[in-house]
Each structure stands twice: as C-alpha cells, then as structure tokens.
C-alpha cells in the first residue's frame, strides 16, 4: 500500500475544494465556500448517477473518510473530458 500525506481537518469543505478545482469550477475564490456552492450547482445541472466510491473507517476515532478513489475517478473523468456540469 502506498501511503501519503493526509490533510486533517474537521469538516468536508476543503474535499469540495478540492473536487471544484479538478473540475475547473472553482480554481479561485472570492469569498469562503465559493468553491462548494459553484460546484453544487453544477451538481444540480448535471445528470443524476451512480455514487463516487468512498471509504469510511468507523472503527477509530474520530471517524477517517478515505477518497483517493472518488477523487481518482472524477480526476480520469475529467481528463477524458466529461462535462462537470453534465456527466
């Protein structure tokens, strides 16, 4: 298993963050949680699908979400060119 360096944090907002700029939705921000509504939006735009796989470990505390294959998964969507606001 490869290990890397993970970000703590308490809440999921960097996570939307981070998925807005793979998608090129929000690469900047003016103002905190730009990112996350501009990426909602295009969620809401968009075609309803199959869930993105996470991994949630509930057995240590507090409770670790492991995402590298969501974020592996809209990363190879997005190099094969889907549309983040229709994929």
């Known amino acids: 298993m490869i290990t890397?360096?993970?970000?703590?944090t308490s809440s999921c907002g960097r996570l939307f963050?981070?998925?807005?700029a793979i998608c090129g939705i929000g690469v900047e921000?003016?103002?905190?949680g730009e990112p996350?509504?501009?990426?909602?939006?295009?969620?809401q735009e968009?075609?309803?699908g199959a869930p993105y796989p996470i991994h949630l470990d509930m057995e240590?505390?507090?409770?670790?979400?492991?995402t590298r294959a969501m974020l592996w998964k809209i990363s190879n969507e997005i190099?094969?060119?889907t549309d983040p606001h229709n994929p």
Not at 4 to 8: D, E, F, G, H, T
Not at 29 to 32: A, G, L, P, Q
């Open 79 to 81: 190099d094969s060119g």
């Open 4 to 8: 890397r360096p993970v970000v703590r």
């Open 60 to 66: 240590v505390l507090p409770w670790k979400v492991d």
């Open 46 to 48: 968009g075609k309803t």
């Open 29 to 32: 921000s003016s103002y905190e």
């Open 17 to 20: 963050d981070a998925v807005a």
């Open 36 to 43: 996350a509504m501009l990426l909602e939006a295009a969620a």
